[in-house]
């Protein structure tokens, strides 16, 4: 799928968050990287096999905003 060089990190590795974006839609909270993933603003991540990472809280954080 990446046409970079170097090319970007496989969905599959450890460090799949540092390949490059093809799209960003703050407004919308996702973003599409060039392996395939998506990334959400609540850090959960769906990978392009339909796999889900579950968003990674930091303990203790709250799920409501002030």
Do not use: K, Y
């Not at 609540?42 to 809280?57: F, N």
Request: charge should be negative; proline fraction near 11%; include cysteine.
């Amino acid at each position: 799928m990446c046409q970079h060089q170097p090319p970007c990190r496989s969905a599959d590795s450890a460090d799949r968050e540092s390949a490059r974006l093809v799209a960003h839609h703050p407004e919308q909270g996702w973003s599409l990287l060039c392996n395939g993933v998506v990334l959400f603003e609540d850090t959960g991540e769906l990978l392009p096999d339909g796999r889900v990472i579950a968003p990674q809280r930091p303990p203790g954080a709250s799920l409501t905003t002030a």
